[in-house]
C-alpha cells in the first residue's frame, strides 16, 4: 500500500550531525503520523522520534529529546530527522514508520516500515 525509503544514513563523528529522509510512495492519502525508530545488534526496536500529520504534534524518546528534531513536508511525502550532538549510543539501523492514524503511539504498532538506514557514531 506505502512505500517507505530511507535514506541520510552515514558514518559521522561523536558530536556531529546527519540528517534522516524518508519518501513515502503509493496509497499516500490516508497516511497521518510519522516516525523514527532505531535498533541496535542485539537490541529490539526503539522508538525515536514521531510527527502528526499538521507537523504540530511531535513526540521523542528522552535520549532524543533535545538533540533530534523531526519534521515533515506533506507535498513531498517526506519526513525529516535531523540529529544533532551525536554520540556512540545513536548507533544503529534507522526505520522510518508511518500509520493511517494521527495518534502517535511509541510501541512497533506502525502500519508503514522503511527498509532502514544505518547510522554509525565513532568516538
Known amino acids: 500500500q506505502v512505500q517507505l525509503v530511507e535514506s541520510g544514513g552515514g558514518l559521522v563523528q561523536a558530536g556531529g550531525s546527519l540528517r534522516l529522509s524518508c519518501a513515502a510512495s503509493g496509497r499516500t492519502f490516508s497516511m497521518r503520523a510519522m516516525g523514527w525508530f532505531r535498533q541496535a545488534p542485539g537490541v529490539e526496536r526503539e522508538f525515536v522520534a514521531a510527527?502528526?500529520?499538521?507537523?504540530?504534534?511531535?513526540s521523542y524518546a528522552d535520549s532524543a529529546k533535545g538533540r533530534f528534531t523531526i519534521s515533515r513536508d506533506n507535498a513531498k511525502n517526506t519526513v525529516y530527522l535531523q540529529m544533532n550532538s551525536l554520540i556512540p549510543e545513536d548507533t544503529a539501523v534507522y526505520y522510518c514508520?508511518?500509520?493511517?492514524?494521527?495518534?502517535?503511539?511509541?510501541?512497533?504498532?506502525?502500519?508503514?516500515w522503511g527498509q532502514g538506514t544505518q547510522v554509525t557514531v565513532s568516538s
Open positions: 510527527i502528526t500529520w499538521s507537523g504540530e504534534g511531535k
Open positions: 514508520a508511518a500509520r493511517n492514524s494521527d495518534i502517535i503511539i511509541t510501541y512497533v504498532s506502525w502500519s508503514y
